[in-house]
């Protein structure tokens, strides 16, 4: 080819823009989430979906994918293609507890996922069955130590925030409890209020109408600080038990390997999406208060937080579950 030929060909080729990336998203939006309709972690997935589904234009559909503590909802994802198109909003125990508690996980949350955005979070609140003669938390911690083992505390399941709360408590306070496990959440607090156990380290979601109606009585919660919820309630750090935390958190994670520009929009947009009055407006009607992190900030939460749970449970003896 000519010196000329060239030059044509190089002058031709300045005159056609570059071919540009696709823009996202280009299908369906799918939010997958190991909990049930109605539940908190549902209210944020369905928040998020508002938000994306007005900026975007195009439908974004919340799927409910129950079982194994929110472990198929986080390997379904963890499998999906990363794209951009499925997403979870994973709770803390799929990310940072159950790698330390089941023997054969399908996937890895250090590797198979990235974290996008923090939602929410909430503390756990320590409730007890009204006729238990302990009216603050150092006379449970008295009445445990003059009867070891005969108090028992009810968790929504085993390697659950609401189970582990229970024997981080157990073991900063140097008493000793039988874990009660649940399956069905009415169970477990009609069985609380009728005394047949006698504490939980609940959610405060499910927790604060029965505090309200005046069927429980709440002692402490196990946040860093104070629930704008529950502001008369200490959190067991200031009564002692430093460092004390077993709150739950809600995020939103995509595949790994989805393109950085893909998870910083959707970042972007979440944090919209939970800073709106309306979303805080919803959140604090369920106890949980909005969380605004960069995804670098959530990422070391997730790295901080996960040897600490696996240090607890191992230190308790829990069984890896099979």
Same mark, same amino acid.
């Given at each position: ?15 056609? *823009? ?18 049930? +309709? ?66 054969? !996980? ?8 990235? *974290? ?10 320590? $409730? ?12 449970? $911690? ?66 604060? +109408?029965? $505090?309200?109606?005046?069927? !429980? ?6 946040? !860093? ?26 995020? !939103?994670?995509? +595949? ?27 959140? #604090? #009607? ?37």
């Amino acid at each position: 080819m000519t010196r000329l030929a060239l030059t044509l060909v190089a002058i031709l080729s300045l005159t056609y *823009p570059l071919r540009a990336e696709p823009a996202y998203p280009q299908t369906t939006i799918h939010i997958v989430l190991g909990f049930s +309709p109605g539940s908190a972690p549902d209210v944020a997935a369905r928040i998020l979906a508002e938000q994306f589904r007005a900026v975007w234009g195009k439908p974004v559909v919340v799927g409910n994918m129950l079982g194994a503590a929110g472990n198929i909802a986080a390997d379904h994802v963890a499998k999906a293609a990363p794209d951009g198109a499925t997403l979870l909003v994973a709770g803390n125990a799929a990310i940072v507890i159950n790698p330390s508690l089941y023997a054969n !996980l399908p996937y890895d949350p250090a590797h198979d996922l990235v *974290p996008i955005s923090q939602v929410t979070m909430a503390p756990n609140v320590l $409730v007890l069955n009204k006729d238990v003669p302990a009216r603050s938390v150092q006379d449970l $911690v008295e009445l445990a130590r003059r009867s070891p083992g005969a108090l028992t505390f009810a968790s929504a399941g085993t390697g659950t925030s609401t189970h582990l709360a229970g024997e981080l408590f157990q073991t900063m306070a140097g008493i000793k409890m039988q874990h009660v496990p649940y399956r069905d959440s009415a169970a477990l607090l009609g069985d609380l209020i009728a005394g047949r156990v006698t504490m939980f380290f609940g959610s405060i979601a499910s927790v604060l +109408p029965q $505090v309200r109606n005046d069927h !429980l009585r709440a002692l402490a919660v196990t946040s !860093l600080r104070r629930s704008p919820a529950m502001p008369d309630l200490p959190t067991l750090d200031e009564l002692g038990y430093q460092g004390f935390d077993a709150s739950a958190w809600f995020g !939103l994670m995509a +595949p790994a390997g989805t393109p950085a520009p893909i998870v910083a929009m959707l970042h972007d947009e979440a944090l919209k999406a939970v800073e709106a009055p309306a979303a805080r407006e919803k959140f #604090a #009607a369920l106890g949980m208060e909005t969380v605004e992190r960069s995804q670098d900030e959530f990422a070391a939460a997730i790295r901080s937080e996960t040897p600490v749970w696996a240090k607890l449970i191992k230190q308790v003896g829990i069984a890896p579950i099979q």
